[in-house]
């Protein structure tokens, strides 16, 4: 029971904050609403329809798959492989676990900001250091090509660090017996 009441604040948070909104916007899909206080009226799924009519709505959706192709492999991959590379114990690695860790604790405005430098398509650093490689420089946010991946290189970094945090700490919770008889089996590293 005192578990249970422990959990009522951060439910109390996500009702407010996502759930109630969810469910809000869900429902608000079925009404034509209009902003300025016109009459609001009942749309049933016309607004779906519409939506599935829209060229702009499959493009945002191709999108979002691209987005996602992108970063769930690559997020998984680094996160596992920085996992592994940091399991060792000792005060050097805790020094650079804080380093991994910290892009995912530094606020999301101030990360952006700093990589809204580095993707600059007249001074950023990115574009500065191609060109000392005198290879092209391109307008990274601007471009049609460029922008998704950019925008994915970005959520990786940010992100990458948490997901490097929850590897390790899965891998801390494994059974030492159970590593020892892989090693007696002959599994490698």
């Known amino acids: 029971m005192f578990g249970l009441l422990l959990t009522v604040p951060s439910l109390l948070f996500l009702s407010v904050f996502v759930y109630l909104?969810?469910?809000?916007s869900l429902g608000l899909g079925f009404f034509h609403y209009h902003l300025f206080g016109a009459q609001t009226t009942f749309a049933g799924l016309s607004n779906f329809e519409d939506a599935l009519h829209y060229p702009i709505f499959w493009l945002a959706l191709r999108n979002t798959l691209l987005l996602?192709?992108?970063l769930v492999p690559t997020t998984l991959f680094g996160a596992l492989t920085l996992?592994?590379?940091?399991?060792?114990?000792g005060k050097l690695y805790s020094a650079i676990r804080t380093v991994v860790l910290l892009p995912y604790?530094?606020?999301?405005i101030a990360t952006s900001i700093g990589w809204l430098w580095i993707f600059n398509p007249q001074y950023g650093e990115l574009n500065a250091f191609l060109a000392t490689l005198h290879l092209p420089t391109h307008s990274w946010?601007?471009?049609p090509t460029w922008a998704l991946p950019s925008v994915a290189l970005?959520?990786?970094w940010?992100?990458?660090?948490f997901d490097t945090v929850i590897i390790l700490s899965a891998l801390a919770s494994l059974p030492r017996n159970l590593?020892?008889?892989?090693?007696?089996d002959g599994a490698g590293s």
Do not use: R, W
Not at 21 to 24: D, E, K, S, V
Not at 83 to 89: D, I, K, N, S, Y
Not at 179 to 184: L, M, P, S, T
């Open 21 to 24: 909104p969810a469910l809000m």
């Open 68 to 70: 996602a192709l992108l």
């Open 83 to 89: 996992a592994l590379l940091l399991q060792q114990p």
């Open 105 to 108: 604790i530094t606020p999301i």
């Open 141 to 143: 946010l601007l471009s």
């Open 154 to 156: 970005y959520t990786l």
């Open 158 to 161: 940010h992100g990458l660090g």
């Open 179 to 184: 590593i020892e008889a892989a090693i007696v």
